[in-house]
């Protein structure tokens, strides 16, 4: 729901209906009964302001409703992400580390339906709650989870022709060398790590059939919409990890 007070203030709220629910909000209480059998989009006025029935985005959902087992990725980073790494209808890439999906969900919308996404986690419990996220997405269609450490050249043996991987592990050069040879030439890694020591030693293993094309970093800062006071607002998304991308090369 998003909630609208009569001074202009807005707010999201994130809510599982039941019947005899009731929500407080800052456009006042709404009863469940007043939600239940209306469509997506109603506006239910109050004494207070208004506030807005609608479906939750795949953000909100992620924000919302997604189980968390492990440390997430936020859109901020995970749609740049997505976009470095090619992630695009009939594109096969690979991530390695799902964890609870957040940034698997990102990747999946980029490429269903006619695309491919194997992701990879050494820990079936993670990889269990990232299939439950993306069947609450609908997004389970076009990704493969499977239990495996990228780091075993068993476990990456026939995955590819790969469009483009991403790595979102400890260690990221320790996959490269396995994944070399299901990688098309030309295609893009994207390693995210969220420490300077682990960017140096990425930079310091890097092994051969790989060069270094950038990295970045991005932040995210909210806007204060009150009519007479547009302004930058108060909450800022700092710094969260270097966003590293690499090109797969081979020798002329």
């Known amino acids: 729901m998003i909630a609208e007070s009569m001074k202009g203030e807005r707010r999201s709220y994130y809510i599982r209906i039941s019947a005899e629910s009731t929500y407080s909000t800052i456009a006042g209480v709404i009863a469940a009964r007043k939600i239940l059998g209306k469509p997506w989009g109603v506006l239910l006025r109050s004494r207070l302001g208004a506030v807005a029935v609608v479906k939750p985005s795949i ?3 992620m924000e919302g409703f997604y189980e968390r087992r492990t440390q997430v990725i936020y859109p901020k980073d995970s749609g740049l992400i997505a976009i470095l790494a090619g992630a695009r209808p009939e594109a096969r890439l ?3 580390g799902v964890g609870s999906g957040f940034l698997t969900t990102v990747l999946a919308m980029g490429l269903c339906p006619t695309g491919r996404l194997i992701g990879l986690d050494v820990k079936r419990e993670n990889l269990e709650a990232a299939r439950r996220n993306l069947e609450s997405a609908g997004l389970l269609d076009c990704v493969d989870l499977k239990l495996g450490d990228v780091r075993d050249p068993a476990a990456v ?3 590819g022709p790969l469009d483009g991987v991403v790595l979102d592990m400890p260690d990221p050069w320790s996959a490269l060398e396995s994944l070399g040879p299901e990688v098309k030439p030309s295609a893009v890694a994207v390693a995210f790590v969220p420490t300077s020591t682990q960017l140096e030693k990425l930079l310091d293993h890097l092994p051969g059939g790989w060069m270094l094309q950038g990295g970045v970093e991005t932040m995210a800062r909210t ?3 009150s009519p007479g006071a ?3 607002g ?5 710094f969260t990890g270097y966003i590293v991308v690499l090109r797969r090369v081979v020798q002329g």
């Open 59 to 61: 953000a909100e959902l």
């Open 94 to 96: 690979l991530e390695a």
């Open 157 to 159: 043996e026939g995955v």
């Open 223 to 225: 806007i204060n919409l």
């Open 230 to 232: 547009v302004r930058p």
């Open 234 to 238: 108060e909450w800022l998304a700092s």
